[in-house]
């Protein structure tokens, strides 16, 4: 099984039904497991260089986009979920939590999730207490008001 099998089934009832944003996807791991049990999937990242092929053919929608710029309108996702990418996008993280913000429904989720070295340092040097292990998974949970 995946690691972001494991994550999905871990957070399924936060996920199930759902309409999920994914934040710099780059491979869209995390996307292609989620769309099993998620009402939609979208994904985004700067570049599609990396983008797992299987995206497409699992329904999960792809958009080259800057995550600090978003282009969706206001509260469109459940939940948007920035999972091992935080190292590349931490420098401008006040801008793109703000945005995911936005783009999220009201006592919507956002998931910062890191099981690399890189993301789980910076974790939680920015987030202190706020992240949490649950398994192998270092998590960031941030509920919108």
């Given at each position: ?14 996920i ?7 934040v710099?996807?780059?491979?869209a ?17 700067l570049?599609?260089?990396r ?10 929608t792809?958009?080259?986009?800057d995550a600090a ?7 469109t ?12 996008i ?13 783009v999220l ?34 998590v ?6």
């Amino acid at each position: 099984m995946k690691k972001t099998d494991i994550f999905v089934n871990m957070f399924a009832s936060d996920i199930e039904n759902k309409d999920i944003l994914e934040v710099a996807c780059g491979t869209a791991d995390f996307s292609i497991s989620a769309i099993r049990i998620a009402n939609s999937v979208s994904c985004i990242d700067l570049d599609d260089n990396r983008l797992n092929n299987l995206a497409e053919q699992n329904n999960v929608t792809f958009q080259i986009m800057d995550a600090a710029k978003m282009s969706y309108p206001d509260n469109t996702f459940d939940v948007v979920v920035i999972y091992n990418s935080f190292f590349h996008i931490h420098t401008q993280w006040n801008e793109i939590e703000k945005e995911c913000k936005r783009v999220l429904k009201s006592k919507g989720t956002i998931y910062v999730v890191g099981t690399w070295k890189l993301d789980t340092n910076l974790m939680v040097e920015i987030f202190g207490d706020n992240a949490f292990w649950q398994d192998d998974f270092l998590v960031v949970k941030i509920v919108n008001i």
